[in-house]
DNA sequence: CGTTGTGAAATGATTCACAGCT
DNA sequence: AGCTGTGAATCATTTCACAACG
């Protein structure tokens, strides 16, 4: 018999570190971690750590702490990466050249299958190996290669666009680097990467540093 | 007299997310706004929208909604946008020049006033009028022109080292964009924005959609 | 009416405290 | 002693429900 659980939102996004970490950990030579080292290094509370990972069943050892090679493997299943993620990028200007050429992505599973971009100038040429594609054939190509993944970093007035073709095509999941919100109602899922966004928070800490809370009254 | 309150932090998430709009509605012609409308375009609940706005004071008008122009105004300033960022930019590789050409930045008050790089084949080169300077000159450069922001934008392996240069020489935020915890203990706030582990969580999510809730017993 | 502002209730996440294993 | 796993308590955030206003 098995039961559904619902994950926490924050969890998810810990486990991603967890991992990172593990891997870090194990290319070292490491053979196990304990919550606590995990989470000095992490920034997090051992027992946020025990309890996440406590979700998706028991797997450290009392008195010894957690074995990296089991860890990794179950992190690495949990998160969808015992598989390859074939991934379209659509928008090939500074950013979306950045982009495919990112090492973290290659190197943690995900294969850039396809590069698109509406400007003629770019089409044609080729990024770190990859031609980059005329959007006429946005549609057969995520078609044929089976393409689950789509990264959107084309201008802001483009992004919707884009979104609904990618969506329409049968890319069920968005990783938006364009500072606007993209709708794709129940068909797909959508993660944000929003640069202004965060630099604006960064400010907003910096100014509580240096005048302290905000007044509520002048 | 003034009282101090603490700002949750998810609200200080979405105040940014409101500004855009409002700017946006502006640029459009539009006078004002009600939290409903807002709401929709940005994927939230009216009632959210009008308990973050109530921490700062009482700016809505019953039956009509939010004036824009005082809104933004009021938003611009608990944000921290009613002055100039100077910020730096570490790392002229591909994502520090992308970084540097974001439209976006620009636009929203962040001056970029220093660019550095640690590649001596990159040196002395132009991006969108910046030269790119040694590393050398970091100290003297982010103290003369008061520099108070930081963009981290070097592999992982040498992040934390930008990120203690940057600290001693006055810098009061990181936004780092390496996939690895910065430590700077109390001496300045960092914001992250991972690439990596935001595309992990899309697969994650987009498994889920896939195979349903995760199994807790296999 | 439509809309804001806000206490009160509900939900969600983290931390505490400690039993139990090695 | 050092560590995990977890129920219970606490803390944080969102949603509800509705009074007051234009």
Redesign the pocket.
Known sequence: MSSRIPI????VKRLSLYLREVDRLQARGDTRV???QLGKTLGL????I??D??LFG?????????LLTPLGERLREILGKDRVWRTAVVGAGRLGQAIISYGPFAREGFQIAAVFDADPGLVGKTVEGQEILSMEKLEEIISDHQILLGIVSVPQEAAQAVADRLVDAGVLGLLNFAPTRLDVADRASVASVDFSSRLERLAFQVSLGLKGMIDVEE
């Open positions: 926490p939102f924050p969890t304990s919550s606590r509370t051992d027992t946020q025990r309890k990972l406590s028991q797997f450290g050892q009392a008195g010894i702490g957690y």
